[in-house]
């Protein structure tokens, strides 16, 4: 399926690895010019040369604190003039630390809100007005299926990833027609983030290899397995498009049936 991405610019946030790196990589894939950003020079410039040979079109890479207001701002503005548009915005963060209600203070709770939704509130802020001009303008938050289903000893996840669906079903009635905003919320998929914590459990002896790891954390997946982040990042490229024209408002979950809400 075309997905008539070509040349359209995809400004993403925390697409250096995991599942924002695969978003960008299903936009580039599809013939999108694409911006990444991330904390960390080398992983980034890594993304920028895997990106610049997986599509035609350019790739911008740029190095941001998404709890900086002013980063995130110089970052939408690059983007803009660097390409002279931004017709999509990806919305990706790093999950904020694991535990239990009693195990976070208050500066936890305020990191995982500056992460989580103060880089979401900013970057469609900011990218609003070059996306309203735009013949296609959407934007995909990134989050997670614990919006829907809280997961043990992940209270802020649990917690704060719900403000971010808040204000996309918000912004797709205010910013509607000019501009559609969706979330997607996946379940396990193998990124480098699964892949360090399986590799951590080999060594501590809870399985003998990486593979019987990876399979367990599958087990109680209807599908029987953890996701690809290629299958994630197809979905944002589809929500992207103009095949998805009618789809705005949506929190769609990607984690192979695991939710039961």
């Known amino acids: 399926m075309d997905l008539q991405l070509d040349g359209d610019v995809a400004l993403t946030t925390a697409s250096s690895s995991g599942l924002g790196f695969a978003s960008a990589e299903a936009l580039a894939r599809e013939g999108a010019h694409v911006a990444v950003c991330g904390r ?30 002013a980063e995130v701002e110089a ?17 990706s963060a790093g999950g904020p630390p694991s535990g239990a209600f009693l195990d976070m203070d208050d500066e936890d709770w305020y990191g995982a809100y500056d992460t989580l939704v103060m880089s979401a ?11 309203e001009d735009s013949d296609a303008g959407s934007i995909t938050a990134i989050t997670s299926r614990s919006v829907q289903e809280v997961i043990d000893d992940l209270v802020l996840s649990n917690a704060v990833r719900r403000a971010v669906i808040g204000m996309i079903k918000t912004q797709a009635r205010e910013f509607a027609p000019d501009v559609r905003a969706n979330a997607v919320l996946p379940g396990a998929h193998e990124t480098a983030r699964i892949e360090e914590l399986v590799e951590q459990a080999v060594e501590r002896g809870d399985y003998d290899s990486y593979e019987e790891g990876i399979e367990d954390w599958g087990a109680d997946i ?8 290629e299958e994630l990042g197809d979905v944002v490229a589809f929500l992207a498009s103009e095949r998805a024209s009618y789809v705005t408002g949506a929190a769609l979950p990607i984690d192979g049936g695991s939710t039961r809400s």
């Open 222 to 229: 209807p599908m029987g397995r953890v996701g690809d982040p």
């Open 121 to 131: 509130v900013w970057t469609s802020r900011f990218a609003h007005p070059y996306l």
């Open 40 to 69: 960390s020079e080398r992983p980034l410039e890594e993304a920028r040369e895997h990106l610049e040979a997986t599509g035609d079109g350019d790739v911008l890479a740029v190095s941001v604190d998404l709890t900086d207001r």
């Open 75 to 91: 970052y939408v503005e690059a983007v803009a003039d660097e390409f002279g548009a931004i017709d999509h915005v990806v919305m």
